[in-house]
């Protein structure tokens, strides 16, 4: 595939922390229109690009704290400016950011503490609304669901960078038209990814039904649709990297829609499914003394993320010990010859990695 590169990088935008106030500058270089406000009154944006007959609804960021591929819709827009036959056969319809109150506070859920991919049903919350008022209007042809996934996703012993999912409709996840040609789209992007440094890094992402997640929901109503999650990429915690394989799943995506060219569907339920397998860290054979014995064992912290002044910084917090034989960690020192620690480790992960100089 062709169009790789951060060439096309919005370099406005950057690191985890994206909110209305980092894109609305951005936005009047495209056609854009507010269609709605948040439950805390932010505006809603959306931007429509291309005269084609098929329709593409996306939405980023309807978990605020997920912003990796709001950085890659915004690269698409800068893509999309140079590719007039793209333009020309599809029309795009771009929420980048459906939970801005989230996004702002840099959580996963809205003003009410709600998550919005548990509402489509009940539709009680006005982002839930605005995004379904959009779906019924616009009448799509596809829909992308973009989120980001956490560092603990892995495929086999790698990270997985990108997970893939034509979500199911029906509680036996059963495979009709549309949920075929969503699974065709997502091994499409899979196979024009596999020349890439992430070839396997591509998990797929469970599908047990859930009528109340967006994704399912769409399905549901026969639009095929993609979720598209982007993950860790080897000492990329602000996804800069990951942000342009974004962009690139983006890219696949809409050629073979725009060709009616896809993937066989096999391709799909080849893509190996991704695990919750990894840490941030995992120390491995720590010693410490417990009620004055002297045992040993693996340690596995994960970063919480804080918002500080405009920035995500990365603490490290217990997550796990014993036996972790099993997992894996993005860092994975082995500690056999360290002294034995003395202090409550569950209490104590950031004295654990100074004393490992991490
Ligand atoms: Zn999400």
């Known amino acids: ?79 999309l400016q140079s590719d007039k036959s793209l333009r020309e056969t599809l029309q795009l319809s771009i929420i980048p950011i459906l939970n801005p109150d989230g996004a702002k506070a840099y959580t996963r859920f809205n003003a009410n503490q709600v998550d919005l991919n548990r509402d489509a049903i009940d539709l009680c919350q006005a982002e839930s609304r605005i995004l379904r008022k959009e779906f019924d209007e616009f009448s799509p042809d596809y829909a992308f669901n973009l989120h980001d996934q956490r560092t603990i996703f892995g495929v086999e012993a790698k990270p997985a960078t990108l997970s893939l999912l034509a979500p199911a409709f029906d509680k036996e996840r059963s495979f009709n038209d549309c949920r075929t040609k969503a699974a065709q789209l997502a091994a499409s992007v899979f196979q024009g990814l596999q020349s890439s440094s992430i070839a396997s890094q591509i998990g797929r992402f469970d599908d047990q039904f859930n009528p109340n997640c967006v994704g399912d929901a769409f399905q549901s109503l026969g639009v095929p649709t993609l979720l598209i999650e982007a993950g860790h990429f080897q000492d990329d915690y602000h996804r800069e990297q990951t942000r342009m394989f974004v962009f690139n799943a983006y890219i696949l995506a809409l050629q073979a829609i725009a060709t009616s060219t896809f993937a066989d569907v096999s391709i799909y339920h080849s893509i190996p499914e991704n695990r919750k397998i990894f840490f941030d860290y995992l120390l491995r054979n720590v010693r410490y003394v417990d009620h004055g014995n002297e045992k040993t064992a693996d340690i596995g912290l994960q970063y919480k993320e804080v918002l500080n002044r405009n920035l995500i910084e990365f603490y490290a917090v217990f997550a796990a010990s014993g036996d972790l034989s099993d997992a894996h960690g993005h860092i994975e020192p082995n500690c056999e010859n360290l002294e034995p620690f003395s202090f409550k480790i569950e209490e104590s992960a950031q004295n654990l990695l100074k004393s490992l100089n991490l």
């Open 1 to 79: 595939m062709n169009p790789l590169q951060s060439s096309y990088n919005e370099h406005q935008l950057s690191g985890r922390y994206i909110c209305n106030s980092h894109i609305e500058p951005l936005l009047s270089a495209y056609n854009t229109s507010i269609i709605g406000n948040s439950e805390a009154g932010l505006p809603i944006h959306r931007i429509r690009i291309g005269t084609g007959k098929t329709k593409v609804l996306m939405w980023s960021q309807m978990h605020g704290n997920e912003s990796t591929t709001t950085k890659s819709v915004f690269d698409l827009l800068r893509y």
